[in-house]
């Protein structure tokens, strides 16, 4: 099955900063690359995504990249705010049914 | 506005107890998760079910079971509560398509087993 490895576990930065999580992905079919975001004490909500088709995703202040060769894909968010304090997981597919498997989270502390 | 929806926010159950936790989602998706989330391990897959009737075990189905009668309701049976189920347990739903697409998860249900 896939297997999603996810880069840094903890990150902090200060307000106004970048921040960047990066993941790994094993099974070279996948196609498909969300991330969700988890705040303090609720449920996770998917913030962006990206299929194979393209390298690049951007939303605003956040952006996703994927390199296929390497299979790596990357979040990274511009301008941080307190309100990014989160925990983000990454995820990619593993097996057919809309399945995925997601890493095991990056929390994100920004200092204002 | 709340899309997918878990019965009990928080539960205490004991040793050895029969505990069931229930999700329905009103969006009418074909797809339903058990996921449980604890520290530094992410969120693992229990069981899934793409259809009325249908299941499938996910990475640690060890000590759980599932039922879906309906369409909107996804039910995780702990046959016999243990310790070591003490987590964070999140259902999703995913409409089926062309692709993947992603997950609406519950609010989680935090269930501790003394």
């Known amino acids: 099955g896939e297997n999603v490895e996810q880069h840094p576990s903890t990150l902090s930065v200060q307000e106004g900063d970048s921040a960047v999580i990066k993941c790994t992905y094993s099974d070279s079919a996948s196609n498909y690359f969300p991330w969700y975001k988890q705040e303090l004490g609720k449920r996770p909500q998917l913030i962006i995504d990206?299929?194979?088709?393209?390298g690049e995703k951007k939303d605003q202040r956040i952006a996703v990249t994927l390199n296929k060769t390497a299979k790596h894909f990357s979040l990274h968010i511009t301008e941080t705010q307190p309100e990014d304090s989160a925990v983000y997981f990454c995820?990619?597919?593993?097996?057919?049914?809309?399945?995925?498997?997601f890493g095991t989270g990056t929390k994100l502390q920004v200092i204002p | 506005d709340v899309k997918v929806t878990q019965s009990s926010r928080y539960l205490v159950k004991r040793t050895g107890e029969k505990v069931f936790l229930e999700c329905v989602q009103d969006m009418d998706h074909e797809n339903m998760f058990w996921y449980r989330q604890d520290p530094g391990l992410g969120l693992r897959l229990i069981y899934f079910?793409?259809?009325?009737?249908?299941?499938e075990k996910g990475d640690i189905p060890e000590g759980y079971s599932v039922s879906r009668e309906k369409k909107e309701r996804f039910s995780l049976i702990l046959e016999s509560a243990s310790t070591n189920q003490t987590s964070m347990y999140l259902c999703?739903?995913?409409?089926?398509?062309?692709?993947?697409?992603?997950?609406?998860f519950g609010s989680g249900t935090r269930l501790t087993v003394v």
């Open positions: 079910s793409y259809d009325v009737k249908m299941k």
């Open positions: 999703a739903s995913s409409e089926n398509g062309q692709g993947f697409y992603g997950y609406t």
């Open positions: 995820a990619a597919p593993s097996g057919g049914y809309q399945k995925v498997t």
């Open positions: 990206i299929r194979s088709n393209v």
